[in-house]
């Protein structure tokens, strides 16, 4: 029969005995007691703690192990943790109790500290306890052995254990999916580059290994550790094994998620390949064999030819434009609405940004082709605006670039026009951005040509999207030396420039330059261009920038603090930096200037589009504050961070805020709305037909506020981008962050001070769409299937014009006698059943539309290129039997398709003629009759 003990004493009294036995026994009964009698038990501690420091007693452990137990429920977490230590394996992990899962969280957690000072602080390591480490190591166990092998990577990352890391990921069930796991984590989360970096090298170590090595996710890691010679490599070796097909594929890939100097790397290396006699690798055996040798030379040759278009970017750029000429489906009446709506020149200039963001990519100009005369409005920098637009249509058109633009560049003669000049080379560069190896040269003799302000504003701009990321010492010095001329519309933009040129590139003369010229100019235009240029030189940089981030936000000047902004968005981008997030929010609601608050709140959506469903919540506050550039910049970081996911919670946020009584911040809310539901429909998110009535409300109110209706006209390009075929986001399909698009969205954000900055946003533009290429890098004749009805995914309906309101006509005074006449008449027909007839025709009408709505199908085939929009992805397959796809048709984007009958002939899919719809030419009239003579009856 079980005792019920109320006190601890005589237990306690027991270690005060001579008899080790007796101590023994007392410290066995306090350690199953002491969650009911630890206060009574803390008095006597000291002993207790005495018998752990006898070293000459053998049971100290269990000592140690009552000590921590104590220290516990005391709430001296330290100490608890120390005495635990001393137990060794009396404590023990597998217990499933508070208390020791509160021990080991202290102790996982001050191993991490340690673990990351020392990684830190290669030189100076502190020394860690062999005890601590060894409970840790018995967790690892526990994960190991329990197969909980995520949990392992997540405690292994967290404590800097490579080996664990490495352990965990051989000894997994699935190797595939927990390296995948372990790869999307570590670009996540991680935001120690080093650390990064050190995870990453494992990682294609341990890809490497694999029987059959995954090189999609090889490549993606070498893109971030900057390994162009490895990649180079891979694809020499993919190309030699007979997998061209794959090779193909993982250039497609690494065109889309790496920098125009990682290219330029990697296609200098495969062009060695091809130049010297013989391919790097035949040994001495294989140099007797001259006829096969020179066949496999020509053989190899071919193949890595055709990386090189690929990874030249021909491909890829001639295919999407191909995608969206075909699947242009531009509402022109939507435009010719608004441009009937407008009445002044910031409507108007805000009209042909509309209509170049609406047909970004599909080479259609029917509407300025339309409408000459309503164009020829636009003068001084309104004509640079316009003309510089062409560039967002002509996007990827880069063979034509130069004939396309003839008119607008310019002259070797005398009678050059600044404007139309200068807005055609900024065209230029936006045709070429982050593509532009062929236009450079010739935007770098124009730039030193020029001599007008804006062409060489234009030049500017264009040299530095043409040469983004190329780090360009030349174009550099070039850009350097208009910076200083001290002129404000030349300084400006050469400072946007530069830090496009240097993107990413984290150069200490760059950035020092800048920043010393920033202290002796004083034009705010000059400085507003800097603030950008450093902020683009930090891009990506992390911890690395904080020094210069110290410095930006310590200054007097408030367009430096607003950098200071800038260069946190750049340099944390997509990381979600818990430090980086405190720091602008100090900002947002401590700063004295309004810019600088603003600056700081657009900033949040830049570091949270990895996690956009946390954004909502951090901004809804802010979107309620006193101050409107507070809740303008909470709009734009809801429309940054949450681009094209039709986030509900964001629309929620914003959707009151449609009323502010203050106008900017509506535009700035039209404009987020915008990008949140772009590329979406009423199926995947309802607010989008709202938003759509609300623009045209608003454009169309001749009452409105003009602020507000350039906001709507901007936000009605946004929603119909190229042709309805465009979504925004800041990460690509592989969940890499789009360098361009992130340049892209921080520069249009500047639209605030200067309106040709707003064709920036091109940059951030993806076709959404499905496109499967053969091996000849040509769009063979395929079907996709897509398991949901048509209208689910469809384009959204074409406006309806109104018809002409007719003149209504006055009602006739009706007399008693003639109304009885009429309804005697009526009377007559019944009899007849002539009405009757009526009425049945109708209800067979409305019966018949009733079917034909009922009959829409479950599934929809999808001709290749196919447009699928993110949501229909998940229900996307491949049809054809004869294709198979390389990498799984769920992702989008390109698939090289493995011909499965490659001995029959191949119907392709036709090209298309850049340039837009053509007008039907008008029917031609039937020619005359035959003569004949007419003879009257």
């Known amino acids: 029969m079980p005792v019920n003990i109320t006190s601890a004493a005589g237990i306690i009294s027991l270690l005060e005995e001579t008899d080790d036995r007796l101590i023994v026994y007392a410290l066995k009964q306090l350690n199953s007691l002491v969650d009911m009698f630890w206060a009574e038990i803390a008095d006597s501690i000291t002993i207790i703690e005495m018998l752990y420091e006898n070293e000459q007693f053998k049971d100290r452990q269990l000592a140690a192990l009552v000590a921590s137990k104590v220290y516990y429920h005391l709430g001296s977490f330290d100490n608890a943790l120390q005495y635990a230590l001393g137990a060794d394996k009396l404590f023990n992990v597998d217990e499933s109790s508070e208390y020791v899962e509160t021990i080991i969280s202290k102790c996982i957690d001050h191993y991490t500290k340690l673990q990351v000072e020392n990684f830190q602080n290669q030189s100076e390591q502190k020394a860690i306890d062999p005890r601590l480490e060894n409970i840790v190591n018995r967790m690892f166990q526990k994960c190991l052995d329990d197969k909980k092998f995520k949990q392992a990577i997540g405690l292994a990352i967290e404590t800097r254990r490579l080996d664990i890391l490495e352990k965990a990921i051989q000894i997994a069930t699935n190797v595939a999916d927990t390296i995948s796991y372990a790869f999307k984590v570590t670009l996540s989360l991680i935001q120690n580059r080093k650390f990064r970096n050190a995870i990453l090298t494992l990682l294609v170590k341990i890809y490497s290994n694999l029987p059959n090595p995954d090189y999609v996710n090889v490549v993606q890691c070498l893109i971030y550790l900057d390994e162009p010679e490895q990649v180079a490599n891979i694809l020499e070796n993919l190309v030699r094994s007979n997998s061209v097909l794959m090779a193909f594929q993982i250039g497609l890939d690494l065109y889309e998620n790496s920098t125009q100097q990682f290219l330029l790397k990697v296609r200098n290396l495969l062009k060695a390949l091809i130049t010297t006699s013989q391919p790097m690798d035949i040994g001495e055996g294989e140099v007797k064999q001259e006829e096969p040798t020179g066949k496999v030379n020509q053989e190899l040759k071919a193949h890595i030819d055709k990386l090189l278009t690929i990874l030249n970017g021909e491909i890829t750029i001639n295919t999407n434009m191909q995608f969206l000429i075909k699947n242009n489906h531009s509402d022109l009446l939507i435009l010719k609405t608004i441009k009937d709506a407008v009445r002044n020149s910031i409507c108007h200039t805000a009209t042909v940004i509309c209509n170049s963001l609406m047909h970004c990519g599909t080479t259609s100009d029917q509407f300025l082709r339309d409408n000459l005369e309503w164009l020829a409005r636009a003068t001084n920098w309104a004509k640079f605006t316009a003309t510089s637009s062409l560039g967002v249509i002509h996007k990827g058109h880069e063979k034509e670039a130069l004939n396309l633009m003839s008119a607008y560049l310019p002259k070797d003669t005398g009678n050059s026009f600044p404007y139309s000049d200068g807005g055609g080379l900024y065209a230029l560069g936006l045709i070429h951005a982050n593509h532009g190896d062929s236009i450079v040269e010739y935007l770098f003799t124009q730039l030193k040509a020029a001599s007008t302000e804006p062409v060489k504003h234009g030049a500017c701009l264009g040299i530095g999207l043409a040469a983004m990321g190329t780090f360009r010492s030349d174009i550099y010095e070039e850009l350097k030396t208009n910076l200083v001329k001290d002129n404000a519309i030349i300084g400006e933009a050469a400072g946007i420039a530069i830090g496009l040129v240097m993107l990413g590139s984290n150069s200490s ?252 946003l091109s940059l951030a533009f993806q076709p959404t769409s499905l496109i499967g290429l053969n091996q000849d890098l040509k769009m063979p004749r395929i079907e996709f299937l897509s398991n949901a009805q048509p209208s689910v995914f469809g384009y959204p309906a074409p406006m309806e014009e109104k018809k002409a309101d007719k003149k209504e006509k006055v009602e006739k005074a009706v007399l008693s006698t003639t109304s009885k006449k009429h309804r005697r008449d009526l009377d007559k027909k019944v009899d007849k059943g002539e009405e009757k007839m009526e009425v049945d025709e109708k209800a067979k009408v409305d019966e018949t539309e009733k079917k034909e709505k009922e009959k829409e199908p479950d599934f929809e085939i999808l001709q290749n290129p196919a447009r699928v929009i993110k949501p229909q992805l998940r229900v996307i397959s491949s049809k054809s039997t004869r294709y198979q796809p390389l990498k799984d048709v769920s992702n989008g984007g390109f698939i090289i398709l493995r011909d499965n009958q490659s001995d029959q002939p191949e119907n392709l899919v036709e090209l298309v003629k850049a340039g837009g719809p053509v007008k039907e030419e008008e029917h031609t009239e039937p020619e005359p009759p035959e003569p004949f003579e007419w003879i009257e009856d």
């Open 509 to 760: 003369i760059a950035i020092q330059d800048m920043l010393g010229y920033a202290q002796e100019t004083q034009h705010e235009k000059i400085l507003r261009g800097i603030a950008i240029g450093i902020s683009l030189c930090m891009y990506g940089r992390l911890e690395e920038a904080n020094t210069l981030i110290e410095t930006l936000v310590q200054d007097k000047d408030p367009i430096l603090r607003r950098s200071g902004m800038y260069t946190i968005a750049m340099a944390y981008c997509g990381t979600g930096n818990s430090e980086a997030i405190r720091r602008l929010l100090h900002v947002a609601v401590s700063d004295v200037n309004d810019d600088v608050r603003r600056a700081a709140v657009e900033a949040l959506g830049f570091l949270l589009f990895r996690t956009p469903e946390q954004c909502p919540s951090m901004v809804s506050l802010l979107a309620e504050s006193y101050n409107p550039h507070v809740r303008y910049g909470a709009a734009m970081a809801l429309g940054i961070a949450c681009a094209g996911t039709g986030n509900k919670e964001a629309l929620a946020v914003l959707e009151p805020m449609l009323n502010d009584a203050v106008n900017y911040v509506r535009q700035g809310v039209l404009i987020a709305m915008s990008l949140i539901c772009i590329q979406h429909t009423e199926s995947t998110c309802p607010k989008v037909k709202m938003l759509r009535e609300t623009l045209l409300k608003i454009v169309t109110d001749k009452h409105d506020d003009v602020i507000a209706k350039f906001g709507a006209i901007l936000a009605q390009g946004i929603l119909d981008a190229g042709g309805r075929n465009m979504s925004v986001s800041l990460q690509t399909r592989n969940g890499q962050t789009d360098m361009s698009a992130v340049v892209g969205l921080l520069v249009f954000t500047q639209f605030w001070y200067w309106f040709p900055l707003a064709h920036f």
